[in-house]
Nanobody, 123 residues
Framework: VQLQASGGGLVQAGGSLRLSCVGS????????VGWFRQAPGKEREFVAG????????TYPDSVKGRFTISRDRAKNTVYLQMSSLKPEDTAVYYC?????????????????WGQGTLVTVSS
């Protein structure tokens, strides 16, 4: 399974970005997907999860109301729409496929990871 994350870049505070995560044809459409981020010197942080059918989503309080995860199963693609970005959102963002049908918060539940895309939010 291969995952390709893209869409990162430099944006001003208050701006928006949309990240994409495209899976290879073998990516299971019956698995949940999550987005994580890791800033320099900090631990990996869960930012969004989505179930296999898109019906269930999960967010931590730090991004709730600002980030939206969605998926297009026909395109093997999961999106992370990020709005009202803050400098503290600056990090490398990773997408990952869960071993379950949901997108749990625990990174140990994810079995395939993309290479990451850098998001930089300037103040």
């Amino acid at each position: 399974v291969q995952l390709q994350a893209s869409g990162g870049g430099l944006v001003q505070a208050g701006g928006s970005l949309r990240l994409s995560c495209v899976g290879s044809r073998r990516t299971s459409s019956n698995n949940g997907v999550g987005w994580f981020r890791q800033a320099p010197g900090k631990e990996r942080e869960f930012v969004a999860g989505i179930s296999w059918n898109g019906a269930s989503t999960t967010y931590p309080d730090s991004v709730k109301g600002r980030f939206t995860i969605s998926r297009d199963r026909a395109k093997n693609t999961v999106y992370l729409q990020m709005s009202s970005l803050k400098p503290e959102d600056t990090a490398v963002y990773y997408c990952a496929v869960s071993r379950t049908s949901f997108g749990p918060t625990d990174y140990s539940q994810y079995i395939y990871w993309g290479q990451g895309t850098l998001v930089t939010v300037s103040s």
